[in-house]
C-alpha cells in the first residue's frame, strides 16, 4: 500500500513538472472597446487608471478587460482572493472567487478575471491572504499559460514597434493627430547657431550616439548633405547676437 501511495504521488510530482516545462509565464489578457480588440501576454492582471486613461493607447477610456490562464498554489491551504472594489469577476477552477475562502491543494487552477471599466479612476489588482500571511498580491510567478494565441504573438511586434517609434521620437517630424501616437517635444533649432560651433553641429549630425549613447536621432545624411545642414543650421543665431555681428 505504502509503496502504491508513492507511486501515485511521484506520479502527481511528474504530472505538475511536466505541465510547468509545457507552459509560458504570464495570463493571456484581452482588451476590448467598441471598435478594437487587443490581446497580449501579460505578467499579472492589474490596472491602475485616472479618471480619463485607458488600459491602452489605442482603446477607449470605456472598456472590457479578460485575462485566463493559470494560478499555481504551491502550497496546500485556505486562500481568500480579492480584486479590490473593482467590480471584476473572479473564477479559479471554474468557481466564483472574489471575496470567498477556498481550499486549495498544490497544482494549477484554471483562472479567469473579467472587469468592464466603470467611469472615473478605476483600479484592479488580484490579492490573497491565507493563515500563513496577509493580504498581499499574488506573486507574477504564480501566473501562467499554455497556448499564447497568434493575436498575442501579432501584438507582441506592434507593441515592440509602438516603443521604437516612442523611443526615436518620430512623431516629433512625423505629425499625428491621433493620441496613440505619441512622442516629446523635440529640442528647438531656431537659434542653435548661438549654442553650437559649426563643427560641432556637423559631427553631431555625422553620429549623434558619439555625444549621447541614448541619442534618438539616427545618422541618415551623406557627407554632402551634412555640409549643407550644416552650414544651414550654423547660420540660426539669436537676434541679439546677430544685432551685435552688424555693429561690429
Known sequence: MHSIRCLVALLWLSSLALAAAESSPGLIAAYSDANRRIVQVT??????????????????????????????????????????????QLLIDGKDAANQKLDLGGGRYPLLIKVERKPGAAQLQLVWKSEDFGFEPVPAALFSHDDTPPEAQAQAQIEHGRILFEELNCVACHKAEKKTLAGRPAPDLSTIGS???????????????????????????TDAERRDVTAFLSGLIAVDQKLKSVHA
Open 43 to 88: 505578467p499579472s492582471p492589474a490596472f491602475a487608471l485616472a479618471e480619463k486613461e485607458s488600459i491602452h493607447p489605442a482603446l477607449a477610456v470605456a472598456f472590457k478587460a479578460q485575462w485566463t490562464g493559470f494560478l499555481k498554489i504551491t502550497r496546500r491551504g485556505e486562500y481568500t482572493f480579492s480584486v479590490g472594489n473593482s467590480g471584476a
Open 195 to 221: 549654442r553650437a560651433s559649426a563643427a560641432w553641429i556637423y559631427k553631431w549630425l555625422e553620429n549623434p550616439r558619439h555625444f549621447n549613447a541614448q541619442a534618438a536621432m539616427p545618422a541618415l545624411l
